[in-house]
């Protein structure tokens, strides 16, 4: 019997759609290349689920994830999202940055310093200030708003514990980005020692936040593995954009302790293209490769990189790219039916 897969699709709103439409064609086609059934359910998040049910993740949504092989998300700029990662406690938010070889002039920085970066960013996706209590409130100095930044120890622990496993299965180095200096009641730095115990064999070191983000940009292989709470794993991310090319380029994946997993481009709706056609979908679809990795689907995910590859190498470039010379402008139809096309030749 061949095996078959679940996926719900959350497109939500703004570019979301876009990439996600464009994210599921290719996963549709290598389903039928690679032999495995695949079966796409839609559900509503964000917006539109806020005006037909009052709900911005409504529990007819999360009933529909229940169960599945994977989410693929698009993108929401109301809410629902962080209902939605609470809701299945996807605690881990792997998030990979690395140059790929047709876009290396693409950088913000030059070649030779990107050439060979390879950073997986683990960030907490379900705690710190995103969750605290916060309110906005009254008292004898005016008007003020609050949030809270609160971490139990064991959700250190436990994010901790995978990225050291992560940092163990590549270059043996973890990077713990922390602010203890002016937060000194979360420690990040020392819980993570502490379980580091048990992976003698990686390095550990910690750094504070604002140096992180300086280098970052300044010599960025320097870094294996880095892990990050939520709010700073959510800010210093973005500068992998900016190292790779483009903020549409990147992918996450999103996991529970049970393998559970929720896949998007770590982008957001971006309201300034949508609508457009022109959002770059390999992000999402770099989703879909981490998706099919996750399932043990190590040729299918292979080909999908390839593919990509291959597309870029023939000089095909989304707007965000800047395409120049004798490169080629693409929109995302055109982008996904070239990687689709060369999924076949692959496949012959
Ligand atoms: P953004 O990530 O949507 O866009 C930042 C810049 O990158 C924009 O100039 C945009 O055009 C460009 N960009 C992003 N993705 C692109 C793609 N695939 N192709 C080409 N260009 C791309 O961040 P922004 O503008 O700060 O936020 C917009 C909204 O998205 C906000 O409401 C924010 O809350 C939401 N957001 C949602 C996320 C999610 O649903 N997981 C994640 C991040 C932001
Ligand atoms: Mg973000």
Request: aromatic share 8%; charged share 20%.
């Amino acid at each position: 019997m061949s095996e078959s897969y679940r996926v719900v699709a959350l497109p939500g709103e703004g570019i979301g759609p876009e990439v996600v439409e464009a994210s599921v064609k290719v996963l549709q086609h290598l389903a039928k290349l690679e032999g495995f059934s695949l079966v796409v359910e839609y559900g509503s998040i964000g917006e539109l689920a806020f005006n037909e049910e009052g709900k911005f993740f409504p529990l007819r949504t999360a009933q529909l994830c229940e169960g599945a092989d994977g989410i693929l998300f698009g993108a929401v700029a109301t809410g629902g999202i962080l209902e939605l990662r609470r809701h299945f406690d996807f605690f881990i938010n792997l998030r990979p940055v690395r140059p790929l070889a047709a876009l290396l002039d693409k950088s913000s920085l030059q070649p030779h310093k990107i050439q060979g970066v390879d950073i997986l960013f683990v960030r907490e996706l379900v705690s710190g200030i995103y969750f605290g209590r916060s309110g906005r409130s009254e008292d004898e100095d005016g008007s003020y708003g609050y949030h809270t930044m609160k971490y139990y120890d064991w959700q250190i622990r436990r994010v901790a514990r995978v990225a050291l496993g992560k940092a163990r299965s590549r270059r043996g180095l973890l990077t713990v980005v922390h602010k203890e200096n002016a937060l000194p009641q979360i420690p990040w730095c020392s819980l993570v020692r502490e379980e580091a115990e048990n992976f003698p064999d990686v390095i550990v070191e910690s750094m504070l936040v604002d140096n992180s983000a300086m280098q970052l940009v300044r010599d960025p292989k320097q870094f294996d593995v880095i892990l990050a709470g939520n709010l700073f794993g959510d800010i210093l991310s973005d500068i992998g954009g900016a190292l790779v090319g483009s903020l549409g380029l990147l992918p996450s994946a999103s996991l529970n302790e049970s393998g559970f997993g929720l896949y998007e481009a770590i982008h957001g709706t971006a309201p300034d293209i949508a609508g457009k056609g022109i959002a770059n979908p390999l992000g999402t679809i770099g989703a879909v490769v981490m998706m099919l990795q996750q399932w043990g689907k190590t040729h299918a995910a292979s080909s999908l990189v390839e593919a990509v590859e291959r597309v870029l190498a023939r000089g095909y470039r989304t707007v965000d790219l800047a395409p120049q010379g004798e490169e080629i402008v693409a929109n995302a139809e055109t982008l996904t039916e070239l990687i689709v096309q060369e999924l076949s030749e692959l496949g012959d």
